[in-house]
DNA sequence: GAATGTATGTTGAAATTTCAACAGAAGGTG
DNA sequence: CACCTTCTGTTGAAATTTCAACATACATTC
């Protein structure tokens, strides 16, 4: 566990919490770390939305499936940062999202009831946590607003422009990596793949956009 | 404001706030009314994240317009609801959506902070109030899934049943009506109010469900 | 009650996406 | 190095959506 305390403190659920407070956060909070292999699932979809869960190595991805298989990539979550947290929150009976692991990871899985009730010993930081909690949820709808941003849009060219316009602007460069693979990007984007990849083909010669892999840099500013 | 009573009390972000204390909390507060006509936009894309609003009379919705005037909708807000609490609790600087008044009404502002940060008073409400602002904030989160849930759907006959059984769901019956017209509808759904009002009569004439203006009654589970 | 405006349904053509299939590139493995 | 697998790009046909235009129903206003 100690290994992956530089990874807690840049977590935000621990903003306001003095390094030294940790470990008894931790205690209070009781929270247990798993490991997940790629592929694997961490909840599956109409499991207990109970738990909340941190990526301290690795990353997972918040995924949809149907029926017929075909997957539906609502976020990526990466090292540091929290998933099932608004579910929990929000009192829901079954998680609607599957959270799989695209690599594998280390997990540290809490309680969510005894991160959002106050403990029996009423410890110093919990009001604190609550508060942090509460920016958090608040940021997965930031989130969760992008993708609708995404969505919203009819075509795939302007899926895509909207996706790479703003991760262009949550880097602030023009030049980034994506955390999605072709087949990820059109199942976050909601496109088929070959239209996708057809897709940047034309941008590239139009000379809106460079790529190589999951690396892009835009080239000029709009549309 | 004494005649919206019955609203607040029915508003989550005031449980286990005693009636008799509402006054007091509301001052604590410090919230305002306003009245806006329909069509008026409450907040404007671009506007300071810093508020959060009640309808206590009539109805908002949550959208954002483009360049070329197309109008996405992704939420409709009603009475005893709240808007903009997502991006006042991130500390957004800019909204990124609009809220306009489908119809006259009523809303109650109050700056987010004051809800947030525990007032210098102290008062005993407040640790209460931020709890419940969790849960609306982890609330919306859901509202913004069942829009995700249907915009990653590929044709408007799924989009459309995703959102209809939806609400069949919520509403716990099969027949019900919706707070959106067609055109609405259809830009809840990103789809063509033409193609929208076409599937609904082949669905009809499938025998899939009944309509009639706003009212749905769905005739079979499924498809 | 005539005129006007709004909401909804219908339709055919144009544009776009999806689907299926294949080819080449890159990486791992025996 | 041959073999296998995975990823990406390409392409043409089929299916679907968008677009534009119009018809109808209904409510409102003068």
Redesign the interface.
Known sequence: MKEYHSVLERCPLFDGIRLEDLGAMLGCIGGRTISVSKGQAVFREGDAATHVGMVLKGAVQMV?EDFYGNR?I?AHIGQAELFG????????AAL??SIVAVEDSKVLLMDCRRI?V?CSNACAFH?RI??N???L??????V??Q???V??K?STREKLMTYLLNQAKLRNSDDFTIPYDRQELADYL?VERSGLSAEISKLRREGILESEKNRFRLLQKYS
Chains 1, 2 share one sequence.
């Open positions: 949809r539906s609502v947290e608004s579910y929990a929150c929000a009192g829901l609607p999202i959002t106050s009001s609550i508060y909690m509460l920016r949820v608040a940021n997965k709808n930031l969760f607003d993708k609708i941003q969505t919203s009819r909601e």
